[in-house]
């Protein structure tokens, strides 16, 4: 059974350009969160989507939008890049709403120059 | 708001010695804690967990931890270190009642020395 699947694992960009990363939740999980770890720190959340729906969202700008498909993956999308978005962006599902925790993807970690 | 203090940026033990890394939560309810272990290049995996009930939770790999309400704690403890346990943990608590979202902590990073 395949776990939370992310791509690209490696992603390099310049700042003001955009990116998509893309993630596939873990078998019979219809709850997505998305999180940003930068180098030293602990996770941050972005947002949750459910239902295809933003069902919660961090303290994040605009610029972080995502979306969810009716098979439950999922997409975040970070416009207008900057400096400070260089990170290791996580994948996280769980089956409804995360209560009994979530499975974390391996990430995919984005460089901003 | 809930937070997450985890003591100790960095946590060394030698091979075979007690590994103890701390976590403490701000709640004004019992919440839902968790551990997570990172290794190198990789997403997080579920240590353990605790919701009700028994507050001695075991985990995988011989790791487990108490939840303490009265000192707000939830360390993270394993009788004896292996070299395959050098990695990075994270504390995190969901507020029961709430929104289900994982407040982590900024980490702490166990080296086992040989």
């Known amino acids: 059974d395949a776990g939370v699947t992310q791509s690209p694992t490696h992603l390099i960009k310049t700042r003001g350009q955009q990116v998509t990363l893309r993630c596939s939740p873990k078998s019979g999980h219809d709850t997505v969160s998305w999180y940003q770890q930068a180098l030293g720190q602990g996770p941050q959340f972005i947002f949750q989507?459910?239902?295809?729906?933003?069902?919660q969202r961090g303290n994040f700008p605009d610029r972080f939008s995502g979306h969810q498909f009716p098979n439950y993956s999922s997409e975040l999308n970070v416009n207008a890049l900057l400096l400070g978005d260089s990170a290791l962006y996580l994948c996280?599902?769980?089956?409804?709403?995360?209560?009994?925790?979530?499975?974390f993807g391996s990430g995919t970690r984005l460089t901003v120059v | 708001a809930q937070s997450v203090t985890q003591l100790g940026s960095h946590v060394s033990v030698s091979e075979g010695a007690l590994v103890l890394l701390r976590c403490n939560y701000s709640?004004?309810?019992?919440?839902?804690l968790f551990w997570y272990v990172q290794y190198p290049n990789q997403g997080l995996q579920l240590l353990l967990k605790y919701t009700t009930g028994a507050t001695l939770v075991k985990g995988i790999n011989g790791f487990e931890a108490e939840f303490k309400k009265s000192e707000t704690s939830f360390h993270l403890t394993k009788p004896s270190a292996h070299m395959s346990d050098a990695a990075e943990y994270f504390c995190?608590?969901?507020?029961?009642?709430?929104?289900?979202?994982?407040?982590f902590g900024r980490g702490t990073s166990l080296i086992v020395h040989p």
């Open positions: 995190a608590v969901i507020p029961s009642g709430g929104s289900y979202i994982p407040t």
């Open positions: 709640s004004s309810v019992p919440p839902y």
């Open positions: 989507y459910y239902e295809e729906e933003e069902r």
């Open positions: 996280a599902s769980s089956p409804g709403g995360g209560y009994y925790g979530y499975t």
